[in-house]
C-alpha cells in the first residue's frame, strides 16, 4: 500500500491477543515496518501503549518495539491475526467488529481445525486465511514474549481470490525474519498439523510426562490415537500417514512437552475442545470410530476445565 506520495507505508496489521503467538509477531512485524495495532484488554492494551512489546529470543536477539494497542478495531486493516487461545476466541471476537473488518484477510493461528468455519460464517465479507505457526513462544507477562524456539514457520493457504493478499502478507512476514510458505490445500494444512499435536496434546497432558516418556510408556495409545486422528484427517481430505507420524512422534526430542500439559499444570482453561474433540466430532460425522481418542478426551474433560 502506499501514501499519496507513493511511499509504502507498510500493510496495516491488527493483531487479537498480543501473547507468545501474537505478541511475537506483532514485534517483528513492527520492528520490520509494518503499521501494527494489539487488541487486548483493556490493562494489556494500556501496558503495551505505554511500553511496546518486549521480546527476548535466540533467534532474533532481544528488543523492545512500539506498537499501537486498543481495546477494539475502530479502524480498517489489511490483515487480522488472531492469535488467542480456543477457549478465549467468542469473548476476544467481540473486539473485532465485522463492519470495521471489511474485506481484511483474517489470518487464524490457532491450533485446531474448526475455528476456520467460524471465522468465515461470522466475517462474510472478509478473507479467512487458514493458517498454522510452528513456534515455541512464551508470554511471560504483559507485552513480554519469550521466543524460545530457534524458528518461527507460518504456513499460510491462499484460497481463490486472495493469492495476491496473501503474497504481501507472506513477504511482510519474510522480511520480519518468519520462515514463510504459501499453499492451496487448507485441509493438508490444518490436519497436517493436527495429525502430530493431536496424539502429542492428549497423551502428555493424560500422563504429565514428556514425549519421550509417553512414547515409551503408552506406545499402544500412541499407535492408535495416530491412526484414528489419520483415519479422521484422509475422511477430511488431507493426506496423512500412520508410520510416518509415528516416526516423528519418535524423532522430537524426549523432553518436548505440550502446551495443552502445561496449561493443564498452571490450572488454566485446556485447547480440549479444539484439538480432541474437534477429531471426535468430525470421526462421528465420517462413521469413523475414534476409541481411544475419544477415552483420552472424556479423562481429560474431566480432569481439567476446558473454557
Ligand atoms: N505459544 C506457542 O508457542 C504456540 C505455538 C503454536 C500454536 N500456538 C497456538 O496459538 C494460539 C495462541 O497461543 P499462545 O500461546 O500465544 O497464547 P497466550 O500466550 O496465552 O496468548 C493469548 C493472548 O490472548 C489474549 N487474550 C485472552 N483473552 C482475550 C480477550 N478476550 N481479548 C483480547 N485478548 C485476549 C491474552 O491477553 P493477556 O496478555 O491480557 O492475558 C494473551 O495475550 C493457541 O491456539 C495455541 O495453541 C501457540
Request: aromatic share 4%.
Amino acid at each position: 500500500m502506499s501514501d499519496q506520495r507513493g511511499q509504502d507505508v507498510g500493510l496495516r496489521v491488527a493483531v487479537l491477543g498480543p501473547g507468545g503467538v501474537g505478541g511475537l509477531l506483532a514485534a517483528l512485524l513492527a520492528r520490520a515496518g509494518a503499521q501494527v495495532r494489539c487488541l487486548a484488554r483493556s490493562e494489556t492494551a494500556a501496558h503495551l501503549q505505554a511500553a511496546g512489546v518486549r521480546v527476548e529470543s535466540g533467534q532474533f536477539g532481544d528488543f523492545t518495539t512500539p506498537v499501537d494497542a486498543a481495546e477494539r478495531l475502530t479502524t480498517p486493516v489489511d490483515v487480522c491475526i488472531i492469535a488467542v487461545k480456543a477457549t478465549q476466541l467468542d469473548a476476544a471476537l467481540e473486539r473485532v467488529p465485522a463492519d470495521v473488518l471489511g474485506d481484511a484477510l483474517v489470518v487464524p493461528l490457532l491450533n485446531g481445525v474448526e475455528h476456520v468455519d467460524l471465522l468465515r460464517h461470522r466475517y462474510p465479507q472478509a478473507g479467512v486465511v487458514p493458517a498454522t505457526i510452528r513456534v515455541e513462544s512464551t508470554r511471560t507477562g504483559p507485552g513480554v514474549i519469550e521466543h524460545g524456539s530457534p524458528f518461527v514457520t507460518v504456513d499460510l493457504v491462499a484460497t481463490a481470490g486472495l493469492e495476491q493478499r496473501v503474497q504481501r502478507l507472506a513477504d511482510a512476514l519474510r522480511g520480519a525474519g518468519v520462515t514463510t510458505r504459501v499453499g492451496d490445500d487448507e485441509q493438508a494444512a490444518l490436519w497436517g498439523k493436527l495429525n502430530f499435536l493431536a496424539p502429542l496434546a492428549l497423551l502428555t497432558t493424560a500422563a504429565q510426562a514428556t514425549a519421550g516418556e509417553v512414547r515409551e510408556a503408552r506406545r499402544e495409545d500412541l499407535r492408535a490415537i495416530v491412526a484414528e486422528v489419520a483415519a479422521v484427517a484422509r475422511a477430511e481430505g488431507a493426506p496423512a500417514d500412520v508410520d510416518q507420524v509415528v516416526a516423528f512422534f519418535d524423532g522430537v526430542p524426549a523432553g518436548m512437552r505440550s502446551s495443552m500439559q502445561r496449561d493443564a499444570a498452571a490450572g488454566r482453561p485446556i485447547e480440549l475442545d479444539a484439538i480432541g474433540g474437534a477429531v471426535v466430532r468430525s470421526a462421528t460425522r465420517h462413521g469413523i470410530a475414534v476409541p481411544v481418542t475419544a477415552r483420552y478426551v472424556d479423562e481429560l474433560r474431566g480432569r481439567y476445565p476446558t473454557g
